[in-house]
Nanobody, 125 residues
């Protein structure tokens, strides 16, 4: 069982930056792909970014390419999401999720077995 805890959400002005972190308890991320999804009010949850722990390969939604960077910290066993040039439309609850690597497409939430509780990101315009 993998338990995930997100941190780092908050309120920021448009154009600003935030850094989210996803920590795992129970086991390491070594066999997993860790993704970030987000859900805005009244909208479906959508893919943001993912990283495959074994080789560091990354995946991004088109809407965040060039603005967001996902990375892993081996020592801390965390996955971070650096969000720059934030826009009002980035406002959402951000969720961390984990799947056994190569068990399914990293872009689709149905392939993720473990989820965090979410952290709110609000970007004011």
């Amino acid at each position: 069982q993998v338990q995930l805890v997100e941190s780092g959400g908050g309120l920021v002005q448009a154009g600003g930056s935030l850094r989210l972190s996803c920590a795992a308890s129970g086991r390491t991320f070594s066999r997993y792909t860790v993704g970030w999804f987000r859900q805005a009010p009244g909208k479906e949850r959508e893919f943001v970014a993912a990283i495959r722990w074994t080789d560091g390969y990354t995946f991004y939604a088109d809407s965040v390419k060039g603005r967001f960077t996902i990375s892993r910290d081996n020592a801390k066993n965390t996955v971070d999401l650096q969000m720059n040039s934030l826009r009002a439309e980035d406002t959402a609850v951000y969720f961390c999720a984990a799947q056994i690597s190569w068990s399914g497409s990293p872009y689709f939430q149905q392939f993720y077995a473990y989820w965090g509780q979410g952290t709110q990101v609000t970007v004011s315009s």
